[in-house]
């Protein structure tokens, strides 16, 4: 079947973002100073290092809600199930299989993948295997991809309504969505999915939704770089 | 593969409930009697289906939020896949093909399953094919899933790990989730996921959720029956 | 008190705010089309006002979150106090009588301010009073901010905690408010607050809400045009 | 004004719960167990007390949230205004100062309330004032009372609308509020709402909305045994 390919990596694009430092200063020094709190964003507002710092130490999370990042993401469906388990202050819209004819791009774990589970349940650790598990693993998901796609194509060919043929897919299939969230909720999906030695409540995610989340974690701190240092600084734990 | 087993249901088991058209009408009366609005729990209360009704017209929709219902539902993951976006007042818990080995449980089209698709996007209707297309789905759907299954062991012998190997697994494979919600966010959920006549907003649900959905709303019906059939009557509409 | 100033007014500064019609457009049909959504930004996109209108009508609420308005609000606490009651996307942060001494601003209504209630609740409607109501009506309301505010600050004089002095301040005082929500939020916002012969469902807002809310919807308006007429064509139903 | 009462308490009761620890570990184990999750409300389950302890430590929060507490509060306006702030998996329904006229009930601290307020923002401590400073704030407060009901009556005899002449009124007078919640939110409101010697991050909560917390609270180890041990054991912290 020359018309499927094969993907290892997780695909995030930014569409947009609003917000900086600047709005997180502003949101809480409402608190203290009321309307006064404007001057926030002036060009010779003062130093905004400890008033953030403060804020992320001690879990004052509302003034981080004033911003909103939008990324379009390409990822197998596994991820994208974990992905829409995240419901507070996260947008989404997916691609559908009931509207249109999926792509044949299908996830495949690349070498640097570990494949072996280690560790009880909730401490998982994943650990290389054997040399050829990865092309063991490649050869069963590509047989597998093949097979799905065939018995799909079969299902739409004989005119089979798009909802009912795609159950044959498997969740390795890539799906593409907009995905909405503002600087904390993205703060708390940071937190959970993803590994840090900084963290001060380990994590245990997934490598491909880790893979997405650092992207969106580039984009954090290159637009939020005072709070992202604080988030990290003070145990990545969401304020 | 004589382990695997096909199913055509969507299973729906009440976990937990709480609350009663009296909640619904005391929480209401708070805001014209305040604390008087205890007698709403009264055994001889007055009638209640004016006030009800007249909540649910006029899409006042908070005093519908004090009452919870769990269920445990059994589905294939593409109707799981819908039932995780709706957010706002549903909790999830569902099975891990990342902790646990999944059962060999697939979903087939029974008879009644309309399998072609007709008109537009967003309208699309669903009508019965030609007598052997069902057969035909269904020998697909089971090639597929014998495919899969046998592709899943085979990882899981050689001791790759669950997470890995589910990549194989279908959207057809059935998981089970404990969901919790309130009645105001359970109409949310009927008022799109189910299709009727009722509905002010027409609704063009997939089958199988709908299908989960009707459960549902036999619980809602006999747990608050003066409050469905004011939903009923204002046109389905979540208030 | 010379320091004590009155005012009828309910202000509304726009912050920041991000995404477009395009926006919308293009998480709408990423359902249909997938990837190739991001044409929906290009400088030829096709018209967007079929598709908008089709989403507002058959209420497919979610691609109208992919966007963000933070407004700053200076209004009185009974206003705020109906403004924190909006919790589904959306985020504030407020001035706070236990970290500041509030400022003497105090809220009077003008002459267009009507001041009898006439019908029944949940239905009420507000006429035009006798020609020297509103001066009854201002100053008692005069006396009784001045009284408040010697009382404030008598104990504030003596030493007595923010927190505690402020418990004298009549819900007329003026606070100052980071308001950030999304299009769709907003639109639920409008919905209910603000009152209008198009709407499917009436509503019966404070004036003072509405105000505030007109206020939001001319810089809802200004940065979503298209979808902000599919809303008024539509019933002003939040989709 | 004889009419006039005072109080210094916050009136919590509660009027609905539905969940137990054991709801929490069945919607806990069906990741890992699935189907066979429903065990976990056998009599004879096996200890609960582990798995709990472990959710709560590692900060696994969803399996807290199959639950639900209705209390009604009859609590001052500056209490209702702190408990609003919570939005995620709250629901509240709160007596109206635009339909009814309000009871003339006023808040005035009592003798054990701690009246200065020492320390930097963020981290105020109280401390007792002067033998004489409560009976201060107390004539204050009631004086300040009684003008603004006489104010309030003024206007409503005149046909002033409620809602308008209700703007006088202190933040100190009582209003009743049906408040529902899950445990998880409960979890959130009380790290963040009291303040504890075994909290990890430790808070900062005004006095009379703590004393509703603690009221809360003490529903809460009730009906949640297990689970509130884990909670105080593990900082307070909410999962």
Same sequence: chains 1, 2, 3, 4.
Wanted: charged residues 25%.
């Amino acid at each position: 079947v020359t018309e499927i390919s094969y993907d290892s990596h997780m695909h995030v694009e930014l569409i947009q973002s609003t917000g900086t430092d600047k709005t997180i200063v502003a949101a809480a020094r409402v608190s203290t100073v009321g309307e006064l709190s404007a001057d926030s964003f002036a060009a010779d507002a003062p130093d905004q290092t400890g008033l953030i710092n403060f804020l992320m130490k001690n879990r004052h999370g509302t003034p981080f809600e004033h911003g909103l990042f939008t990324f379009r993401v390409r990822v197998p469906i596994f991820v994208m199930r974990e992905l829409h388990r995240h419901r507070i202050a996260f947008s989404f819209n997916e691609e559908s299989g009931r509207y249109k004819k999926l792509d044949p791009v299908f996830f495949v774990p690349d070498v640097d993948r570990a494949l072996i589970q280690t560790g009880k349940p909730g401490h998982y650790v994943y650990v290389p295997g054997e040399p050829d598990d990865t092309q063991f693993v490649k050869r069963s998901i590509e047989r597998n991809s093949i097979q799905a796609w065939n018995e799909y194509n079969l299902m739409l060919d004989r005119g089979i309504a798009k909802e009912v043929a795609r159950m044959v897919l498997p969740v390795n299939i890539y799906s593409t969505c907009y995905v909405t969230c503002n600087p904390r909720s993205l703060m708390a999906f940071l937190s959970l999915r993803t590994k840090s030695d900084e963290a001060k409540f380990p994590s245990y995610p997934m490598r491909e939704i880790e893979q997405m989340g650092f992207q969106f974690e580039d984009h954090f701190s290159e637009r939020y770089p005072i709070t992202h240092e604080a988030f990290c600084k003070n145990g990545r734990v969401s304020p």
